[in-house]
């Protein structure tokens, strides 16, 4: 039976036999080999465990350092912080579209002094940091290497990554301010910026998270990500850099859905057809090169509101097929984020599931544990050669930039997100709790987490005060000069930085750079 959302899991066969996978672990080597099918690294997690980087953020700066130390505490290895919408579009807390918005699925970074007061009694040469922001990812960067030069840092001591990924925003998110060719620019200006002065700092995360949220398929998830990538290589190549040093700066970010061996085999099918898309396309000859790094995060989407507590269950099998694919950094949902925020409990929970896969289940003793699979290996061959069908696609229509201009992959996502709300509702996809094994009643014994009422009228008093007391002149000069830069052909990023250091709020210089770019109106 062929399922209409193209899940493979309808497809599966009853059983499997060597014919169906006849190049099973020889055609592509050992792990740490090219085209890295089985990883990039020999040892596997022997030689060094994924980071777990819980993503968190909310209210003020000082309520998410508070959660961030807690969770290094709780043995957390690296940081992921999530930003309020009006930072994530360029609003200041007190602007009148931010209203109601402040601190709610993310923290508020206004200014230097928030981006401080968030990582305060935080070494930041000492953890590595994720952020998740893309419109505004080229000023929330300069933030973060402006705070670290004034813990003493520099910032070739930086690690970490950002999203910085606006083409995924366009097609599935939605928290885009610029019209595509400045956007692409901004994120370029980032790239080649970072190259050079943050060596240890991924520019760019190219994201299929939220792609597969919206409801995209595996297939999808791996063709329109990696389109996306292309357009990236080449907007950086056209600036003059090296395919080979280019590529090594940029990371990626998939979803870990509900169908354990799909999803297993999507990982490594995703590898495998990077480096050879790369090697292809590009001329790339350098294996690091050609090695796709990437981060997972357990899929929100396939949480649920009704009996919450499945969801450490549900959270628990993705977490499991991350790791079995071979992800370099995790972010495990907690039971309750169907519900709100989650709790300081819940988040911890969600970081010991991590913990417990890492060092009691045995798994990461062994690179690539399920390479041989008859049946994961017939499904990354199938995942890949769909997902080059989907990417044969965009290129026809011009490449991912076009192939988004035109409606192409938004229309692609909504059929498939369609057909699953079909499928799901007529019961032919279970979800357990919900449209089968029912039970009535609300018996969750689940507490939302609620925000202090307070927050935001706090947040907006702080911002008002940073521009009460910073030099007015100096701010105006620096926000002239991005809309100098901006208006010209040079890199964005030294005015940025300059502007952030001068106490320029993130609404100010978005402003600045609206003025100049004006901003994108949806389809």
Not at 48 to 74: D, I
Not at 255 to 268: G, I, T
Request: proline content about 4%; aromatic content about 8%; hydrophobic content about 40%.
């Amino acid at each position: 039976m062929t399922s209409r959302n193209g899940r493979s899991r309808r497809n599966l066969r009853p059983v499997y036999l060597p014919a169906d996978a006849p190049d099973a672990g020889t055609a592509d080597g050992l792990p740490g080999e090219a085209p890295f099918t089985r990883g990039i690294r020999a040892a596997g997690y022997r030689e060094r465990l994924w980071t777990m980087r819980q993503y968190a953020g909310y209210a003020t700066a000082a309520e998410s350092n508070r959660r961030y130390r807690h969770l290094l505490e709780s043995g957390q290895t690296g940081l992921s912080v999530a930003f309020d919408l009006p930072t994530q579009i360029g609003y200041d807390s007190d602007h009148a579209l931010a209203a109601g918005e402040v601190g709610r699925v993310g923290v508020a970074i206004d200014s230097l002094e928030d981006m401080e007061t968030l990582f305060r009694g935080i070494a930041l040469d000492a953890v590595s940091t994720s952020m998740t922001i893309n419109a505004t990812a080229p000023i929330l960067v300069a933030l973060y290497v402006a705070a670290a030069r004034r813990q003493g840092v520099a910032p070739e001591r930086i690690a970490g990554t950002v999203q910085n990924d606006i083409l995924k925003e366009y097609a599935a998110r939605g928290t885009w301010i610029y019209p595509p060719e400045p956007s692409m620019r901004l994120a370029t200006d980032l790239i080649e910026w970072c190259r050079r002065e943050l060596p240890r700092f991924q520019p760019v995360s190219v994201s299929g998270y939220h792609m597969r949220e919206a409801g995209c398929t595996a297939a999808q998830e791996v063709g329109f990500t990696l389109a996306n990538g292309l357009a990236y290589v080449e907007w950086t190549v056209a600036r003059g850099l090296p395919v080979d040093e280019v590529a090594t700066r940029i990371s990626f970010f998939f979803n870990a859905h509900r169908d354990f061996l799909e999803e297993v085999a999507k990982f490594r099918a995703a590898r495998r057809l990077w480096a050879k898309l790369l090697r292809d396309r590009f001329g790339s000859e350098s294996p690091r090169a050609q090695m796709l790094r990437f981060h997972t995060q357990t899929a929100g989407s396939t949480l649920t509101a009704l009996e919450p507590q499945v969801n450490v269950v549900r959270t628990t099998l993705e977490a499991l097929a991350a790791v079995l694919g071979g992800t370099q950094s995790l972010h495990t949902n907690a039971l309750d984020e169907a519900l709100g925020l989650p709790t300081e409990e819940t988040a911890e929970l969600a970081l010991r599931t991590q913990q417990v896969i890492a060092f009691e289940s045995g798994v990461a003793a062994t690179a690539d544990p399920l390479g041989g699979s008859w049946a994961i290996e017939a499904l990354t061959d199938q995942i890949e050669a769909e997902a080059l069908e989907w990417i044969g696609q965009v290129d026809r229509l011009g490449g991912a930039v076009e192939a988004i201009r035109a409606g192409f992959v938004q229309a692609r996502i909504q059929e498939a997100a369609y057909a699953y709300q079909q499928d799901m509702e007529a019961g032919d996809e279970v979800v357990v709790g919900v449209n089968r094994f029912r039970r009535e009643g609300d018996r969750s014994r689940v507490e939302p987490f609620e925000l202090d009422a307070e927050t935001e009228a706090a947040q907006v008093e702080r911002v008002r005060a940073v521009r009460a007391r910073r030099d007015g002149t100096q701010a105006a000069g620096a926000l002239a000069e991005v809309g100098r830069a901006a208006s010209g052909g040079g890199n964005l990023m030294p005015a940025i930085l300059g502007a952030v250091s001068a106490l320029a709020t993130v609404g100010e210089i978005s402003d600045a750079l609206r003025a100049v770019f004006g901003e994108h109106r949806g389809r």
